[in-house]
């Protein structure tokens, strides 16, 4: 088995990934679960940066060798009648603190506000991988949507609830785990990583 970290400290996000990574013969730790405590400071202005932040702040933060790979997402919602906002400030629109249920009524209430503009919006997620030999690589994946007029559905976290899939007729939160990791950004970033960890690490799928 090799060694994976992801690193985040949202439990929303990892519930995903470990099922998404669930075929490849990883042996998965969060931070808290590697006892790490990173205090990262996400001042990137892009997804992009972001995740390349974490991961390198995580590495350094370890001893050498203690995990073969190092992972990181970010991601977040833009809102095109928005400016794209909340985008790399979506963990902290409104206050980390403040519950989503709260984050998303005050969404719907801006979207409301401009009856005139679009409801179109998307999630985007960017996965930083540092590989053995140091090499740091990204992916990225994007869903499309529009802001729901209600919160709807209880699967997934964060903006889920108001995240509208008009082919789908539901909500994000109205499909099941393995629906959406099939077609979220954060499933295709990570299906795109996880081509180039079975190439770079010369994996088959269930076996090291
Ligand atoms: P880490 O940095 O520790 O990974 P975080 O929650 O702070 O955790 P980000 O900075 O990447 O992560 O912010 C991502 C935010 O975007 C997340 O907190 C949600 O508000 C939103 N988000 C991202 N993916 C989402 C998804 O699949 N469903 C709903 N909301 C999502």
Not at 63 to 74: N, P, R, T, W, Y
Not at 163 to 179: D, G, H, S
């Amino acid at each position: 088995m090799i060694k994976l970290l992801f690193a985040t400290g949202n439990k929303g996000k990892m519930k995903e990934i470990r099922e998404i990574l669930a075929d490849l013969p990883f042996e998965i730790y969060s931070l808290s679960e590697a006892g790490i405590s990173a205090d990262i400071e996400e001042n990137g202005n892009t997804f992009e940066e972001n995740a390349v932040i974490k991961v390198k702040a995580v590495r350094e933060a370890l001893s050498h060798g203690d995990f073969q790979v190092i992972l990181s997402d970010d991601s977040g919602l833009e809102v095109d009648a928005l400016d794209k906002a909340p985008g790399v400030h979506s963990s902290r629109f409104m206050g980390e603190d403040t519950s989503y249920h709260v984050k998303n009524a005050e969404l719907i209430r801006l979207v409301n506000a401009l009856p005139e503009k679009p409801r179109t919006c998307r999630f985007r997620c960017v996965i930083a991988a540092v590989l053995p030999g140091g090499e740091i690589l990204t992916t990225s994946g994007a869903v499309e949507g529009e802001v729901a007029y209600e919160e709807k559905g209880g699967t997934g976290f964060g903006y889920d609830p108001i995240f509208y899939l008009p082919e789908r007729n539901c909500t994000m939160a109205e499909l099941t785990q393995e629906e959406k990791n099939a077609l979220s950004h954060r499933g295709r970033a990570l299906q795109a990583m996880k081509e180039i960890l079975k190439d770079k690490l010369h994996l088959d799928s269930k076996e090291a």
